[in-house]
């Protein structure tokens, strides 16, 4: 039974790293517009109805009307962060009598551990997750382009951007190795061929298809601090283990290796993607005065099938218990009915997920007050309930799936269904910008981002919940053909997750077949983001 809970949360960790982004991949919620356009950022991404030059063609392609002749943008965007994960042992830590506070390694004899981290990392084809070296910020271009024929009412753009791009790397020792060592959440947008289309002097209607690559990449550790384990410890100790006989042989074998609710199982990674996930944007501007205009855009979901492999190595002491275990005659027994492993070291081949890119839908107004002031207004809903569950497919049957089948209807001898129970989302956006004179335009946003992942499935793996988004900025007209745009941002994310609340981190019951590597711990996070960005337009 043990093993059933315990080979369940290896895979289940793997539904961690899809369940999570930005979680998993809900890092479309965490990461979304953060990379994209600096002149958006710098108004709480509040621009449907005053759409941002090229970028129009992510946000709403019937602006793309206002651009006229040529037009030529690059974009650099840098980014800074900080991830914090503080575990705290509440009184009467244990695992089956043994006390958490001195044989929890990532506690040792102290209360509290703290998890820091700001290495970026990135996931590259071929070589896997890559940290970045520490120093200056991670940085992100993008370019695109506008035509306008002379006299035409159509403009046609392409453009080339990372509307989502999410990535960390852990030291070994990191308390938080358990739930991501590291993570890389990566959608890449290689060709977006989109047009607008104006009307007449107050509509204005746009269309684009997005192409792009979408990839997952985890490595991780795992263990399992379920009271199983807790009492196999408890019987090895009985047993007096540490001596290397097995003093109920031939017909029990316990000794074969030390395990226990807080030693290490082995390590997990996957590689995953996809090299072709288009999507559509639709866009409508309606401009009735020079003082007002309102704006709407819609983008499809996309149903992708990323592919690659996975790994998951174990132990020797992990693995040397169930081999001396299933060498027994009372293990022989129970490993056949039950399905239990038989001790292999490891286990490798190739996996599939079923994920489906969310729709998306956001719709504002752009008010101006006067000559000095502009206040744009965006609300925003995304499809996250689309991500009430993931499906992993592997390329055979595995041992482990044999168990977890035995306890979870989720579960198929190679498929495993990861429920998620994620929510949709509205999102509120407002900036104002200050028309300081002919040239200089001055910016402030905010952005209220609510999280699609419920209170019971929180984790460390995407630190995500409801989160604020600062920003300021400026655009600069540099002569009648060039525009310059900056923006300076800020987002932080915070959340206090008790002991026993999360089936996603930890849950302290007997079945907590969801992985759960910080069973019983208190942990709290702390997500902060530091973004610039500049975007240079001029026609050609």
């Not at 994209?36 to 759409?51: H, I, K, R």
């Not at 977890?404 to 989720?410: D, E, F, I």
Request: charged share 15%.
């Amino acid at each position: 039974m043990s093993l059933n809970i315990n080979k369940n949360t290896k895979l289940l960790a793997t539904a961690g790293l899809c369940a999570a982004c930005w979680s998993g991949i809900a890092s479309a919620q965490l990461a979304t517009n953060l990379m994209v356009d600096p002149y958006a950022l710098s108004l709480g991404n509040a621009v449907t109805a005053a759409p941002p030059g090229v970028a129009s063609i992510h946000y709403n392609p019937a602006g793309l009307t206002k651009l006229k002749g040529r037009q030529l943008a690059v974009t650099l965007m840098g980014v800074h962060a900080n991830i914090q994960s503080d575990f705290y042992a509440p009184e009467g830590y244990n695992v089956f009598g043994i006390d958490g506070v001195e044989n929890d390694p990532i506690f040792d004899g102290d209360t509290v551990a703290r998890s820091r981290t700001n290495t970026i990392a990135l996931y590259v084809p071929g070589f896997g997750i890559q940290r970045l070296p520490k120093g200056p910020p991670a940085l992100a271009p993008s370019v695109g382009f506008s035509l306008n024929p002379p006299g035409s009412k159509f403009t046609f753009a392409n453009l080339t951007y990372g509307p989502e791009i999410l990535g960390y790397y852990r030291k070994k020792d990191d308390p938080a190795r358990y739930l991501g060592k590291a993570l890389s959440l990566q959608r890449f947008t290689y060709l977006s061929p989109s047009f607008g289309y104006e009307i007449n002097d107050e509509w204005s209607v746009g269309f684009g298809v997005s192409m792009s690559s979408q990839s997952l990449a985890l490595d991780t550790y795992t263990r399992a601090p379920n009271l199983m384990i807790g009492v196999l410890e408890v019987l090895q100790d009985a047993f007096n283990c540490e001596t290397g006989e097995e003093p109920l042989a031939p017909f029990l074998g316990l000794c074969g290796g030390n395990v226990g609710p807080w030693d290490d199982i082995g390590g997990m990674s996957i590689q995953v993607q996809e090299t072709l996930s288009p999507k559509y944007h639709l866009g409508v501007l309606w401009e009735p005065t020079d003082w007002f205009a309102w704006g709407a855009s819609y983008q499809s979901e996309s149903d992708m099938k990323l592919k690659g492999t996975y790994e998951l190595a174990y132990t020797d002491d992990w693995s040397g218990f169930w081999r001396s275990f299933n060498g027994s005659i009372v293990g022989a027994i129970t490993a056949g009915i039950f399905s239990l492993p038989s001790g292999t070291p490891r286990e490798a081949g190739q996996l599939s997920i079923d994920l489906t890119h969310p729709q998306h839908f956001q719709t504002g107004v752009s008010v101006k007050l006067n000559h000095q002031f502009t206040v744009n207004v965006d609300v925003g809903w995304t499809d996250y309930s689309s991500w009430d569950a993931f499906l992993l497919k592997f390329d055979r049957n595995l041992e482990f799936l044999g168990a977890a089948r035995l306890l979870s209807p989720n579960a198929t001898a190679n498929t495993m269904r990861l429920p998620l129970e994620y929510q949709d989302v509205w999102n509120l956006g407002i900036g104002v910008e200050h028309h300081l004179s002919n040239r200089l335009d001055l910016r402030f946003g905010v952005e209220m981002r609510n999280s699609p992942i419920p209170h019971n499935r929180r984790d460390i793996l995407a630190p995500l919940n409801d989160t604020v988004l600062y920003s300021v900025g400026m655009g600069y007209k540099w002569d009648r053909d060039t525009t310059v745009d900056f923006n300076l941002s800020y987002m932080r994310s915070w959340q206090y997750i008790p002991a026993g609340s999360s089936l996603n981190l930890n849950d302290d019951g007997i079945q907590n077949i969801v992985y759960n590597p910080y069973a019983g711990v208190d942990v709290e996070t702390n997500l902060k983001l530091i973004m610039a960005g500049m975007t240079f337009r001029t026609a050609f």
